[in-house]
């Protein structure tokens, strides 16, 4: 099978699009890192909505085993982009201070994309719609993903599928005994319900990762503002640090201490 002459690196990729995004509203030199890093993490996440989105419908229908590798491939992703945070570290405060100005209110709080992972991930809180205009390509998603099952809620139709009693959906983010004691079967008896096994560490990799992610975030907000108010008015590094309690799975941790 011949190639197409017509497709070149350039046109495959759209090169000339990708590079004439970045758009710096300063002259400061640090401020096209600021912009790089950010997009970088945008098109980091619209992969890993497409890896999760493989790996939800692939539980779904019951093929649980070839779901782990979009789900590690999505672990994977998450390190380079925690990684990435180093390179953003670079930038002293005197140097995001030359052009925090031109940013206005914008700030990754309004990241739909990142919402819409936490939303797929089973992290549902409606109230963050309201960042997003009605009728943007951004709030349909959010809407989309927050009526839709998360990851979590398929894992939990294998176990229903296994014969264990746990509820159709998660409702909270506090621990279920049900679906607590569900998992504690499982790795109590690794043998006899070993992808659901596999299936549960993958779940903790994806959630320890997220967890490494917002860490060297904060760090790294500290480490260049201080604790100021963020640019889009949100508490800035208070704010972050109140996000690392959160967990995805509450449960897959929680077993641990039952083991």
């Given at each position: 099978m011949s190639s197409d002459p017509a497709v070149t690196y350039t046109g495959y990729l759209a090169l000339d699009d990708l590079l004439a995004c970045q758009r710096p509203l300063s002259a400061r030199h640090d401020e096209m890192l600021f912009v790089i890093i950010h997009q970088t993490k945008e098109l980091w996440l619209k992969q890993i909505v497409h890896e999760i989105a493989l790996a939800q419908a692939l539980i779904r229908a019951g093929d649980v085993?070839?779901?782990f590798k979009s789900l590690a491939r999505v672990a994977r992703?998450?390190?380079v982009m925690t990684l990435s945070w180093d390179v953003l570290a670079t930038m002293t405060p005197a140097d995001y201070t030359s052009f925090r100005d031109v940013l206005g209110t914008s700030s990754g709080f309004q990241s739909w994309q990142f919402r819409q992972l936490e939303f797929m991930l089973g992290l549902k809180d409606p109230a963050f719609l309201k960042f997003h205009p009605e009728g943007s390509a951004g709030r349909a998603?959010?809407?989309?993903?927050l009526a839709a099952p998360s990851l979590y809620d398929d894992a939990l139709g294998r176990l229903a599928a296994a014969g264990f009693d746990v509820p159709p959906a998660v409702?909270?983010?506090?621990?279920?005994?049900a679906i607590e004691a569900a998992w504690l079967a499982v790795y109590r008896d690794t043998d006899r319900y070993w992808d659901l096994y596999e299936l549960a560490e993958k779940l903790v990799d994806l959630d320890a990762a997220l967890l490494a992610w917002r860490h060297k975030h904060v760090l790294t907000v500290e480490r260049i503002i201080g604790a100021k108010r963020g640019t889009?008015?949100?508490e800035g590094v208070a704010y972050l640090a109140a996000t690392l309690a959160r967990r995805c799975f509450p449960e897959l941790w929680s077993v641990r201490t039952q083991l």
């Open positions: 085993e070839p779901a992703i998450q390190a998603a959010l809407e989309a993903a409702v909270s983010q506090g621990v279920d005994p889009g008015g949100t």
